[in-house]
């Protein structure tokens, strides 16, 4: 079955605690991106990848890290937290196709990360 | 660079009766557009895509949506909805030369539907 697979799901942590939130899909996508979705703002990209060892920066990426060493993997590091970082967070994923073809973006099911 | 601005941010409606969320876009450049479905407490899930051809575009659980390049929307519609339609609605496009695969999405409209 097609998937992306984030962790934790739900995490409460401190204000400066470095923390990880993994990523894998097993779809071989080259697309990887994560977004934060919180109210009245829908989503935001943070960063994403088109390939291995290829990242940018999207529309919000302050205080945010990514690494994409393998192609089914992009983990969202957090170096230290703060409260604004409160939010919704969601890992896509998506096939790269050349011409008029569009592309169907998967997302994992959420991680919603709470810094006190 | 491409924007996508959704209408209402709320729309409350009965069940069985028809509903419409609207969605504008500018964008320089020819565009796919999108809309996604989610659910409380899940991801996002593709509801339906226009790429090329008929501008009327039929998704899953009876919704459909029409481009109108004229004025740049891509408003979704469903005759009938039911409880369980009850979500948040984001629209989203891309721009085609990009290749499609970075999309803007808006802000999303919560579809609350009522018995």
């Known amino acids: 079955e097609a998937q992306v697979t984030q962790n934790p799901r739900y995490l409460i942590t401190v204000t400066g605690k470095k923390l990880t939130v993994t990523c894998s899909q097993n779809?071989?996508?080259?697309?990887m991106s994560w977004y934060r979705q919180d109210p009245g703002l829908g989503l935001r990209q943070i960063y994403y990848?088109?390939?291995?060892?290829?990242?940018d920066k999207g529309d919000v990426p302050e205080g945010y890290k990514v690494s994409r060493k393998e192609k089914r993997n992009f983990p969202l590091i957090l170096e230290s937290p703060s409260p604004n970082q409160t939010s919704l967070y969601f890992c896509?994923?998506?096939?790269?196709?050349?011409?008029?073809?569009?592309?169907?973006?998967?997302f994992g099911e959420g991680s919603w990360l709470t810094v006190v | 660079a491409q924007s996508v601005t959704q209408l209402d941010s709320q729309v409350p409606v009965f069940e069985e009766a028809p509903v419409e969320l609207r969605c504008n876009y500018s964008?320089?450049?020819?565009?796919?557009l999108f809309w996604y479905v989610q659910y409380p407490n899940q991801g996002l899930q593709l509801l339906l895509k226009?790429?090329?051809?008929?501008?009327l575009v039929k998704g899953i659980n009876g919704f459909e949506a029409e481009f109108n390049k004229s004025q740049t929307s891509f408003h979704l519609r469903k005759p009938s909805v039911h409880i369980s339609d009850t979500a948040e609605y984001f629209c989203?496009?891309?721009?085609?030369?990009?290749?499609?695969?970075?999309?803007?999405f808006g802000r999303g409209t919560s579809l609350i539907v009522h018995p």
């Open positions: 896509a994923s998506s096939q790269k196709q050349a011409g008029n073809s569009g592309n169907t973006i998967y």
């Open positions: 779809m071989n996508h080259e697309y």
């Open positions: 990848s088109m390939n291995v060892e290829v990242t």
């Open positions: 964008s320089s450049v020819s565009v796919y």
């Open positions: 226009y790429l090329s051809g008929s501008t």
């Open positions: 989203a496009v891309s721009d085609q030369a990009g290749g499609s695969y970075i999309p803007t």
